[in-house]
């Protein structure tokens, strides 16, 4: 299987911000793209690859403090060097990071690719997609916790 690096937006841009103003807050922007960046990574398995989508699993232990940041970073980074193809998830234009990202791929010989996964041929922005599109914690988690809830409301035990 191909390993493949997922680049995509994680922090939204203060240009973002200020073109979604009064529509889409910074908080509701970043949960957008934690959507997408999952959708890539799905996208990817079933195309039969390993992805590793960085900015999905270290922010999940650290802030955005600089220090914590940027270690990050360096270790997505570190990534690309055992990585097959960096795929860039360009429905949402290209961040600083990626371009960052791409352009140390470029450094270091390994291939990149675009991809684009939102449908709007009807014309919307992609961000009206992500935004009606729910964005589940740990989907396994949830379904455990919803089959727990229907046994108590049942009147059974759960976990058998």
Do not use: C
């Amino acid at each position: 299987m191909k390993i493949v690096v997922i680049e995509s937006p994680f922090k939204p841009s203060d240009a973002d911000v200020a073109k979604y103003e009064g529509r889409y807050s910074r908080a509701e922007l970043l949960r957008q793209n934690l959507v997408y960046a999952r959708m890539l990574l799905l996208n990817s398995l079933l195309q039969g690859e390993t992805p590793v989508a960085s900015h999905l699993l270290y922010t999940q232990v650290w802030s955005e403090r600089d220090e914590l940041r940027e270690a990050g970073i360096k270790a997505g980074i570190e990534m690309h060097k055992r990585a097959d193809l960096i795929a860039l998830g360009v429905d949402l234009g290209i961040s600083n990071g990626m371009r960052l990202a791409a352009d140390h791929a470029s450094l270091i010989g390994v291939a990149q690719t675009r991809r684009v996964i939102i449908d709007v041929s009807d014309g919307r922005d992609p961000r009206e997609v992500l935004a009606a599109t729910d964005l589940q914690t740990f989907p396994y988690l949830e379904e455990l916790n919803a089959e727990e809830y229907r046994a108590r409301r049942n009147g059974n035990k759960a976990g058998k």
